[in-house]
């Protein structure tokens, strides 16, 4: 494996190197990492879905370096993910996308514009989203079924999204917080997957609690941040009270990123563009020990078994509700 295996240490250096600030400084630091997450994760299922939200950062360098070591990471342990890709990437960089596919991962949808949906508005979506889809099904010779919201923007001010993605040919959504939260969320929606009113199914973000906060601790900054402990204890949490939610994990190539400048990101404001920026050392190792005795597997595999334990879901009421946000 890259990330243990000797011989391929200089690929870990080659992608983080900026010595001492963000990185490891011998293996034996990075494997007693690796072990850490390991043991923070022991209480979760075997089966997860990894998933990343391809898209670049201000400051840091292009996606596709990152993206690659993911790809890595995957081959090694064996396991495949969703990829849902920005389609300012796909753009930029098609090639990637299709490599991508051909390592045998699911590539979806991560937007036309990495915009808030209640900022942006159906029209504009609906438009967006139709080129953006036709953009990804000419790459890759086949039409993306899955979508995930820029920021988990699918909330109650967007809730013509679902209809929307339908009627563009989607089967699934990635795209509800279902609590409330520091970021945008849904309260009161469904925590396990669920059907909208159009058919489309969602799988909500899998939360964490720490007192009132509502934290999808499996992904981004999270996952970077939350201390081992705390880490350990949100896994037992979610393995006893969670099991019939979807376990997903999230992260995005500049999580990788160790030497991005720390830039102003207007949508995240001045505490959270340093803590999107800070701490990007420990992304990889947390990863490497969630996917350790794990396997991962695409959305669109297990899509089915969703959809059949799948209850409508009507927001504002009226729905069955079978499980309200934890
Ligand atoms: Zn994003």
């Known amino acids: 494996m890259a990330l243990t295996g000797k011989g391929q240490a200089a690929t870990s250096v080659t992608m983080q190197p900026s010595p001492g600030r963000h990185t490891y400084q011998c293996e034996s630091g990075r494997t007693r990492a690796v072990d850490r997450a390991a043991h923070c994760f022991a209480a979760l299922p075997t089966r997860f879905t990894f998933t990343v939200d391809v898209e670049s950062h201000p400051g840091g360098s292009c996606a596709a370096a990152p993206t690659r070591r993911l790809l890595d990471l995957l081959d090694e342990s064996g396991s495949h993910g969703t990829f849902f890709v920005l389609d300012d990437v796909l753009r930029a960089d098609p090639v990637l996308v299709r490599e991508i596919a051909r390592r045998g991962h699911e590539v979806a949808s991560h ?113 970077r941040w939350l201390p081992p402990w705390r880490l350990r204890a949100l896994a037992r949490d979610w393995a006893t009270t969670g099991q019939d939610g979807a376990l997903w994990s999230y992260c995005h190539p500049y999580d990788l990123d160790p030497d991005a400048r720390l830039v102003h990101r207007p949508d995240a404001g001045w505490l959270g563009s340093l803590m999107l920026w800070l701490n990007r050392g420990s992304m990889l190792p947390r990863l490497e020990g969630l996917l350790r005795g794990r396997r991962s597997v695409p959305f669109v595999a297990t899509l089915d078994e969703m959809a059949a334990t799948a209850q409508l879901w009507q927001p504002g009421g009226g729905g069955t509700s079978p499980q309200k946000g934890r």
């Open 111 to 223: 937007g036309h514009a990495h915009r808030h949906l209640a900022a942006e508005g159906p029209a504009a979506f609906r438009t967006g989203m139709t080129a953006a889809r036709a953009r990804l099904a000419d790459c890759l010779g086949v039409a993306p079924i899955g979508y995930r919201a820029p920021y988990f923007s699918l909330t109650p001010a967007a809730a013509w999204a679902p209809a929307i993605l339908t009627e563009l040919g989607f089967a699934y959504s990635s795209s509800v917080l279902p609590a409330r939260s520091l970021l945008a969320g849904w309260p009161g929606a469904p925590a396990r997957p669920f059907r909208w009113p159009d058919g489309l199914v969602e799988v909500p973000v899998p939360l964490g609690r720490i007192g009132p906060l509502a934290l999808p601790f499996l992904g981004g900054m999270y996952l």
